[in-house]
Nanobody
Framework: QVQLVESGGGLVQAGGSLRLSCAAS????????MGWYRQAPGKQRELVAAITSGGSTNYADSVKGRFTISRDNAKNTVYLQMNSLKPEDTGVYYCNADLYSEYGRGYRYLEVWGQGTLVTVSS
């Protein structure tokens, strides 16, 4: 079984910063891409940022230049540094990982989600 545990959400004023962390644990063989998604009230979940095992990154246009995604492969952890936060960044942020889990004598592919952490940006 594999789990993703997020931390770092909270309430911040517009213009402020937060850093989210997501640690993967369990029977992990390897992790491919890791990413952060968010869901604002009444809206669909959207990709915020993603990073491959090699360090290639992808960002939503709305966060480019303000957010930075990074990962520590040795710790199976991904981070999201969020600067210059805006009220429209408010939402539940979910961590996601594409990985191979140890399974019997082999491995299996899994897509795993965290439980979500709430980020609220006040104006």
């Amino acid at each position: 079984q594999v789990q993703l545990v997020e931390s770092g959400g909270g309430l911040v004023q517009a213009g402020g910063s937060l850093r989210l962390s997501c640690a993967a644990s369990g029977s992990i063989f390897s992790i491919n891409a890791m990413g952060w998604y968010r869901q604002a009230p009444g809206k669909q979940r959207e990709l915020v940022a993603a990073i491959t095992s090699g360090g290639s990154t992808n960002y939503a246009d709305s966060v480019k230049g303000r957010f930075t995604i990074s990962r520590d492969n040795a710790k199976n952890t991904v981070y999201l540094q969020m600067n210059s936060l805006k009220p429209e960044d408010t939402g539940v942020y979910y961590c996601n990982a594409d990985l191979y889990s140890e399974y019997g004598r082999g491995y299996r592919y899994l897509e795993v989600w965290g439980q979500g952490t709430l980020v609220t940006v006040s104006s």
